[in-house]
C-alpha cells in the first residue's frame, strides 16, 4: 500500500516531442505529489508537485496530470530537450513528510 | 535560498572503518532531515527520519546501530556508518525541511555522497 509504481522504465523521445511519465499509488492517505529530476551524480532536485485538490498544474513546460479516482499522476514534459536527460522520480507523502519514491525513469531527449 | 550540502562529496574507506556523512542546510533553519539511499540506476529509499533534538526514527530493514543518525542542531544533521563493509557501498543523499512549513512540502535535497568501502 506503500509503494508508488512508475512507468516507463526508460524513455526515449526526440527533441522538440513530449514526454510523458506515468505513477500510479494505493494509499489514499497520501495527499502531496512531487516530482523530482536526477541527474548522473547528484541529488535530486523537485520539478514540481501538485495536491489531490486539483487536476492539473503547470509550470513552464512541465505539467501534471492527476486522476484521484484513478489514483494515478502523470508528468508531461513538452517540447523537450536534450538538457532535460535525466532520470525522473515521481513520489507521494502523507502527513509527516515521509516521501515514498516510484521507481524512476530514464529520459534521453536525441537532438 | 533553500540549499542544502553535503560533505564529503565522495569517500573511500576500508572495511571496518566508520564514517561521517554530514548534511547541512546553509541558508534556513531545518526541523526535520532525510536520509536516504540509493543503489546505481535505483530509486531513493528513506533510511530514517530525524528530527532536531530528538532520536531519530528508522525504516522497517534499517540497523540504527549501524546507521548512527544525530541532529544535534536545525542546521545540521550527521549520518555515521559504523563498521563499514562493501555492501554498505551506496550513494547516500539526505534532505532538509524547513522551520515553519510542512516536512512534505519543503523537502530540499543535498548532492548526495559517494560511499565506497574496499
Known amino acids: 500500500q506503500q509503494q508508488v509504481k512508475q512507468s516507463p522504465q526508460s524513455l526515449i523521445v526526440q527533441k522538440g516531442g513530449i514526454s510523458i511519465i506515468n505513477c500510479a499509488y494505493e494509499n489514499t492517505a497520501f495527499d502531496y505529489f512531487p516530482w523530482y529530476q536526477q541527474f548522473p551524480g547528484k541529488g535530486p532536485a523537485l520539478l514540481i508537485a501538485?495536491?489531490?485538490?486539483?487536476s492539473e498544474k503547470k509550470e513552464g513546460r512541465f505539467t501534471i496530470s492527476f486522476n484521484k479516482s484513478a489514483k494515478q499522476f502523470s508528468l508531461h514534459i513538452m517540447d523537450s530537450q536534450p538538457g532535460d536527460s535525466a532520470t525522473y522520480f515521481c513520489?507521494?507523502?502523507?502527513?509527516?513528510?515521509?516521501?515514498?519514491f516510484g521507481q524512476g525513469t530514464e529520459l534521453s531527449v536525441k537532438p | 535560498g533553500a540549499v542544502v550540502s553535503q560533505h564529503p562529496s565522495r569517500v573511500i574507506c576500508k572495511s571496518g572503518t566508520s564514517v561521517k556523512i554530514e548534511c547541512r542546510s546553509l541558508d534556513f533553519q531545518a526541523t526535520t532531515m532525510f536520509w536516504y539511499r540509493q543503489f546505481p540506476k535505483k530509486s531513493l529509499m528513506l533510511m530514517a527520519t530525524?528530527?532536531?533534538?530528538?532520536?531519530?526514527?528508522?525504516e522497517q530493514g534499517v540497523e540504527k546501530d549501524k546507521f548512527l543518525i544525530n541532529h544535534a542542531s536545525l542546521t545540521l544533521s550527521t549520518l555515521t556508518v559504523t563498521s563499514a563493509h562493501p555492501e554498505d557501498s551506496s550513494f547516500y543523499i539526505c534532505?532538509?525541511?524547513?522551520?515553519?512549513?510542512?516536512?512534505?512540502?519543503?523537502?530540499?535535497f543535498g548532492p548526495g555522497t559517494r560511499l565506497l568501502v574496499l
Open positions: 530525524s528530527n532536531e533534538g530528538s532520536k531519530a526514527t528508522y
Open positions: 534532505s532538509a525541511s524547513s522551520l515553519g512549513r510542512t516536512p512534505q512540502e519543503t523537502q530540499y
Open positions: 501538485i495536491r489531490p485538490d486539483v
Open positions: 513520489a507521494a507523502s502523507g502527513r509527516g513528510g515521509k516521501l515514498i
